[in-house]
């Protein structure tokens, strides 16, 4: 379990468990290097909550890899992302982003290292979707938001690889919700983030454009050596896409690894509560998963 590892109180009896509680502190500094981006033992309580949104999680994930939080409504992947993001300070632990603690950093800093594009967002009523995409290089610029041939440079990359470019001159509100989400994407794309933090990016996508996203993220995440997190509900994507899976329920990481070592039936049921077959697509080799009853 190297790629993306994410470690919870499993009992007295885990080994792993006692082995991360006996490191020192510095120990645990050097290893929040190696990765660019790293929760150490995070819990999060909301006021009024009976239980956790997180308990004692801790996740690292290295540039060039892909880690997707798999687990059903509720399970903490949105809220392990605002914390990873900085928008949500954790009841214990820490976040960190290249080494450095999400909470010391000064927002502007942390837009230049880090990008994150949440399951809803407002529409920019009036922006066409050039101008919307060309937000993301806001935290490049000077207090004149002047715009260099890099950044234009990245505005037209972000587009071309989110496909928009017969949208580009279109007004945003005027899009349907899957082309509003591609312009959500390409503009986290053109921040060049080191980190990038997406919740359910594909909710809203076509079969064609879903599969062309996950594409568009594993080999950005392999050229341009960016630390990916994503939260979603597609196993078939996971599977094919993520180098690493993190499979949660309750606030808590059931298993951790590569997505063939964790993406198994009885995990998979323990984490949703449903049985879901798993197959191999003859022709390609892929594993597909089917759910088929509740528990």
Known sequence: MENARAVVNAGAGSREHDILRAEGASAASARAHEADLDLESVSV??????????????????????????GANGAGKSTLLRVAAGMLAPTSGTARILGSDVATKRRRELAREMAFVPQTEAVAWGFRV????????APH???????????????????GRCHLEALAGRRVETLSGGEQRRVSIARAMA???????????????????????????????????????????????????????ILMREGRVLAS???????????????L???VAVGVHAPSGERYFLPVKTR
Do not use: K, N
């Open 191 to 245: 921040q060049r983030p080191r980190v990038l933090l997406l919740d359910e990016p594909a909710a809203f996508l076509d079969v064609r454009h879903r599969l062309s996203f996950y594409r568009l993220l594993a080999d950005a995440a392999s050229r341009d050596r960016i630390a990916c997190v994503v939260a979603m509900h597609d196993l078939d994507a996971a599977a094919r896409f993520a180098s690493a899976a």
């Open 45 to 70: 309580q909301y006021p009024g909550a009976p239980t956790p949104a997180l308990s004692d999680v801790t996740l690292r994930v290295r540039a060039g890899e892909v880690a997707a939080l798999l």
């Open 130 to 137: 050039r101008d919307v995409v060309a937000m993301g290089r």
């Open 141 to 159: 610029q000077g207090v004149w938001m002047h715009e260099s041939a890099g950044d234009r440079a990245a505005i037209d990359d972000a587009i």
């Open 257 to 271: 690894g590569t997505p063939d070592d964790v993406m198994t039936p009885a995990r998979l049921e323990a984490a």
């Open 273 to 275: 509560d449903a049985e």
